[in-house]
């Protein structure tokens, strides 16, 4: 990228690098970890033009948060009353049929985070 004179990158992190959870602090540590090194490197590498930015999911259904739903009681129903859109999110919220995926907006300045929880985030 540097080379080429530009370049995008998009870092994975998670919502729990916003919030933390009882049940969840290693894994927010990490999380957090990523937001840190997306900023270290939007700043280290804006001369080059190569923007750096981060996706923070929400509450997806995945293996993980399903066992987690059978671990922690009421989790289905806080997360699912807490947001906005009513429901876990889908893989199918980060594959571009719905308008409102991430990733067209993250290419156009470096630095952000973006969340994507169905409105999680908004709620405080």
């Known amino acids: 990228m540097t080379k080429a004179g530009r370049g995008k990158i998009i870092n994975i992190g998670s919502m729990m690098s916003i919030f933390g959870a009882s049940f969840a602090g290693p894994y ?8 840190q090194l997306t ?15 981060a996706v923070l999911p929400g509450w997806i259904d995945t293996e993980l948060t399903q066992a987690a739903r059978r671990q922690i ?3 289905h129903e806080r997360v699912v009353a807490r947001t906005p859109d009513g429901r876990w999110g889908t893989g199918e919220d980060f594959a571009g049929s719905r308008s409102s995926w991430p990733a067209r907006r993250l290419t156009s300045s470096p630095g952000r985070r973006i969340p994507v929880d169905g409105g999680y985030s908004v709620q405080g």
Do not use: T
């Open 28 to 35: 927010a540590a990490s999380k957090g970890g990523i937001v």
């Open 39 to 53: 900023k270290a490197m939007a700043s280290a590498w804006a001369r080059d033009h190569i923007q750096v930015n």
């Open 73 to 75: 009681p009421g989790l």
